[in-house]
């Protein structure tokens, strides 16, 4: 089986650093997304890791250590605009899908 | 104009009603899945296609079914539709390929269904 665990609920204020952790059981794994999702919008693609390591795109970065099962997204300098579900997602090579997490609901206060 | 589209984007129908949910895309990506999404349980995958001429089931596809009539194009039905299938209806188009020894699988959604189930 598989499974993935994520925070469901992480509060900041505005400029501030959040740190959404992602652990996952899964077989044939090749690779760690995380997606954004806007109440009631489409999630839209933030971040991939398929090797060990920091990958950053502007604010955002992710992190992956694969022989501990873990990743976690870093989002830097929190806006308002930042509000929104988190979700991070792995790939398998034995059926090549993803499996999402059940999502971290990021609340950004001024 | 968006690359993945999904019609209606509302939808309000009775229970044991047929309905088919549409999904078209212009990314000329192969790979096209649909998924639920229910309040605090993610997004769940129902079935999912690789190419025209192959269907697969995800992790819930009991009561849907699904066709795919060409490469852009990927509907969702319920054959008789119940109360607990009202959810959000997410369609997805997949960029996936290799790049060394790197796997690369990117997601696009399209905006979603509401869908209810009275």
């Known amino acids: 089986g598989q499974s993935l665990e994520q925070p469901s609920e992480v509060t900041a204020v505005e400029g501030a650093i959040v740190q959404i952790n992602c652990t996952y059981q899964?077989?044939?794994?090749?690779?760690l997304s995380w997606y954004q999702q806007h109440d009631g919008g489409a999630p839209t693609f933030l971040s991939y890791n398929a090797l060990d390591g920091l990958e950053e795109t502007g604010r955002f970065s992710s992190f992956l250590s694969r022989s501990d099962s873990y990743g976690y997204l870093l989002l830097q300098e929190l806006q308002m605009k930042d509000s929104a579900s988190y979700f991070c997602?792995?790939?398998?090579?034995?059926?090549?899908?993803?499996?999402f997490g059940a999502g971290t609901t990021v609340t950004v206060r001024a | 104009d968006a690359d993945v589209t999904q019609t209606p984007r509302n939808r309000i129908t009775k229970t044991g009603k047929r309905i088919m949910l549409e999904c078209s895309q212009t990314?000329?990506?192969?790979?096209m899945y649909w998924y639920r999404q229910d309040p605090g349980l993610g997004l769940r995958l129902i079935y999912y296609?690789?190419?025209?001429?192959?269907?697969n089931k995800g992790e819930i596809s009991d009561g849907y079914s699904v066709s795919r009539q060409a490469q852009a194009k990927f509907s969702l039905s319920l054959e008789s539709a119940i109360p607990n299938q009202t959810a959000l209806y997410f369609c997805?188009?997949?960029?996936?390929?290799?790049?060394?020894?790197?796997?690369?699988?990117?997601?696009?959604f399209g905006p979603g269904t509401r869908l209810t189930v009275l």
């Open positions: 296609s690789f190419d025209v001429k192959d269907i």
């Open positions: 990314k000329g990506h192969d790979r």
């Open positions: 997805a188009t997949s960029e996936y390929g290799t790049s060394g020894t790197r796997t690369v699988d990117t997601q696009y």
């Open positions: 997602a792995v790939g398998r090579s034995n059926d090549y899908k993803l499996s």
């Open positions: 899964t077989s044939g794994f090749y690779g």
